[in-house]
C-alpha cells in the first residue's frame, strides 16, 4: 500500500548512509571486566537507509540515494528495500561503501557501548553534486543525513529552498548536530531527543513542561516544528504556525532492542506530515513505528507494513491541509 493526496503519489527522497550492524547480545547485565555470555547478530543498519525502510514499510513512495559496497552484501541491502518498493537505482556501488557499527546490548536490549566505522562516500557525494538538483526539484520532501560532506549538505538544503521542498535533516550522532546547528532553522522539522537538545543548547530539561519550552525555543530562529523525544516519556512537539504545543506518550511494548527506534520515530513523523497529517498524529505515527521497532531485534521491524495495514492512522487517502 502507498498513500497519495488525489491522483499523485508523493515521492519522498532519502538521502543517507548504509551501515551493516553487528550485534551483541549479553544475557544480563553487561560486565565491562569479563566476558559476557550472549549471542551476536548481523543486520542491515544505517540512519538513511533504516529511514528509507521505515518509510516505504508505512506505505510512502521513496527512494533511497547512498553508497554500498560493491559486494554480495551490498547486493542484499538494495534487494531487501528493492523488495519493499523503495527505489535504489541510484545507489553508487564502491568499495567500502558501507560503514560498519558494533553495538553491545544487555539483556534488557539497552544499548551498553558501541564502536562506529564511517564509509567511503566520496563516490556518493559527487553523483550527489552533479545529480542534486534533480534528484530535489523532482521530490516531494527530502530527507537528508547530516553527516555528509558539508558542501553536500548545503547544496541539498539550496536546491530544497528554491524548488520550495520541505527538507528534513537527520543526525547519526551528536558532533555532528554540534557542527550544523544553522541548518535547523532551514528545516522543515527538527526531531531530537532531550540528551541532544540539552548538550547543543547547554539547558537543563527536568519537566514535559520545560521540553516543551525548550521545543519552542528551537524555533526561535525560523524553524517551522520541532519534537523532542524524552524516551519512555514521550514525546513533546511545538508548532511555530499555530503557537502550538503538544505532547503523544509513548506505546507500552515489550523491550527487545531499542537501536534503530529513534530512525523509525523520525520515519513515522515525517511519513505522516508528508501525507497531510497534522503534527500532532505525524507524530502519533512515529510513535507507533517507534514502539514495533523497539519489539523487534530489526533496525526496522519487517512486521511494520502488516501493522500499518491494521492501524486507521496509516489508512487511505489523504487530503493536504
Not at 550485534?23 to 528509507?52: I, L, M, Q, W
Not at 557525494?125 to 553536500?152: F, H, M, P, T, Y
Request: aromatic share 6%; hydrophobic share 45%.
Amino acid at each position: 500500500m502507498q498513500l497519495k493526496v488525489g491522483d499523485f503519489t508523493l515521492a519522498i527522497t532519502v538521502i543517507g548512509t548504509v551501515f551493516v550492524d553487528i550485534k551483541g547480545y549479553a544475557n544480563g547485565k553487561v560486565n565491562s571486566d569479563t566476558k559476557n555470555v550472549g549471542h551476536v547478530e548481523f543486520a542491515h543498519g544505517g540512519v538513511g537507509r533504516n529511514v528509507a525502510e521505515a518509510i516505504g514499510r508505512a506505505g510512502g513512495s521513496v527512494e533511497f540515494i547512498s553508497s554500498v559496497a560493491n559486494t554480495a552484501q551490498g547486493e542484499e541491502v538494495a534487494a531487501r528495500l528493492e523488495s519493499i518498493g523503495i527505489k535504489t537505482s541510484r545507489m553508487v556501488k564502491t568499495d567500502n561503501g558501507m560503514g560498519q557499527w558494533l553495538a553491545i546490548l544487555d539483556g534488557a536490549g539497552s544499548l551498553v557501548a558501541s564502536v562506529s566505522q564511517k564509509p567511503d562516500l566520496s563516490k556518493l557525494e559527487d553523483l550527489l553534486l552533479r545529480q542534486g538538483e534533480e534528484i530535489v526539484k523532482n521530490s516531494d520532501a527530502v530527507v537528508v543525513e547530516l553527516d555528509l560532506n558539508d558542501l553536500v549538505v548545503q547544496a541539498i538544503f539550496a536546491w530544497a529552498k528554491q524548488y520550495n521542498v520541505p527538507v528534513y535533516g537527520i543526525v547519526g550522532n551528536l558532533d555532528v548536530l554540534m557542527g550544523k546547528r544553522s541548518l535547523i532553522d532551514d528545516m522543515a522539522m527538527f526531531i531530537c531527543n532531550q540528551q541532544e537538545v540539552e548538550e547543543v543548547y547547554g539547558i537543563s530539561i527536568t519537566s514535559i513542561e520545560e521540553a516543551k519550552l525548550a521545543a519552542r525555543d528551537l524555533t526561535a530562529g525560523g524553524l517551522k516544528t520541532s519534537v523532542i523525544t524524552m524516551g519512555a516519556q514521550g514525546s513533546v512537539f511545538y508548532n511555530r504556525a499555530t503557537d502550538a504545543f503538544g505532547y503523544v506518550p509513548v506505546v507500552p511494548t515489550k523491550v527487545i532492542d531499542t537501536t534503530g527506534a529513534g530512525d523509525s520515530f523520525f520515519a513515522g513523523t515525517v511519513f505522516g506530515l508528508v501525507h497531510g497529517h497534522s503534527l500532532q498524529q505525524a507524530v502519533e505515527c512515529g510513535t507507533h513505528l517507534a514502539s514495533w521497532t523497539i519489539a523487534s531485534k530489526e533496525a526496522v521491524d519487517p512486521l511494520i507494513s502488516k501493522y500499518v495495514q491494521e492501524h486507521p492512522l496509516f489508512q487511505g487517502d489523504v487530503v493536504l491541509k
